[in-house]
């Protein structure tokens, strides 16, 4: 199995943020990856996040625009697609319109293919475990709600093939204090417990990481909207 993947694209009407985010050039990386993808026969695969970002005097329907136009560039390589939401994802649209027009599904939820199980995670919570679309977006205060954490553990223990985990914020504690999930100590324990995870893909950390904590690997995927070369991966399973 191959599963084609690509994180922080962070695409709206903008040439550059801030001297380091290019987000008209994630969208061609974006199509770029997308041939390599279709050419490669990847059997799925996923955005980790951060699809879209924004500049100042953006609207609501501004952002639904950039997210329409990233999905129809997605869409037209007619490849099994799941999107990995981020915290830039929540900035002027709810969950709800996320999935109802966007037609984006919203995890958690796990999909099943080929004899593995892949877990999408949900980490757009603060310290009470409000979603940002309703608290307010903070990058540095990520946390799993405990609906999730029990989601996880259920889904863990019923499986009956290897699992892979992804979410945008980071589990692994070897990048960036302020990336890391507050309660992902908590959440690695129970991967490790369950032993039956195979992998865990993030995104968030634009330098990307690659580490291996209780045998188990974390990928964490540079951004597209910075990295020197296109760094979308496809992953052999």
């Not at 501004?62 to 830039?88: A, C, Q, R, T, W």
């Not at 499986?159 to 309660?183: G, M, Q, R, Y």
Request: hydrophobic share 35%.
């Amino acid at each position: 199995m191959k599963i084609g993947l690509f994180s922080d694209t962070h695409y709206c009407n903008c040439e550059t943020i801030g001297g380091i985010r290019n987000p008209s050039l994630a969208y061609e990386r974006t199509r770029d990856a997308l041939e390599i993808f279709k050419k490669e026969n990847v059997d799925l695969c996923f955005c980790l996040g951060d699809m879209t970002d924004h500049v100042k005097g953006d609207t609501k329907e501004d952002i639904k625009g950039y997210f329409e136009k990233m999905l129809s560039l997605i869409k037209s390589y007619n490849l099994p697609f799941y999107s990995v939401p981020g915290n830039h994802d929540y900035l002027m649209l709810t969950r709800e319109e996320i999935e109802r027009e966007l037609g984006l599904k919203t995890p958690p939820y796990t999909v099943e293919y080929q004899g593995i199980s892949f877990i999408i995670l949900d980490a757009n919570y603060r310290f009470d475990y409000r979603c940002f679309d309703e608290a307010g977006v903070e990058w540095t205060d990520s946390n799993l709600p405990p609906f999730q954490v029990e989601y996880l553990k259920n889904q863990l223990y019923k499986a009956t093939s290897p699992v892979i985990v992804l979410v945008h914020e980071n589990l692994d504690p070897n990048t960036d204090e302020n990336h890391i999930i507050k309660n992902a100590t908590e959440i690695r324990k129970i991967i490790k417990a369950s032993g039956k995870v195979k992998m865990v893909i993030q995104g968030h950390y634009h330098s990307g990481k690659s580490s291996i904590i209780d045998e188990i690997p974390y990928i964490t995927l540079s951004a597209m909207c910075e990295a020197k070369e296109n760094p979308y991966k496809i992953i052999e399973i």
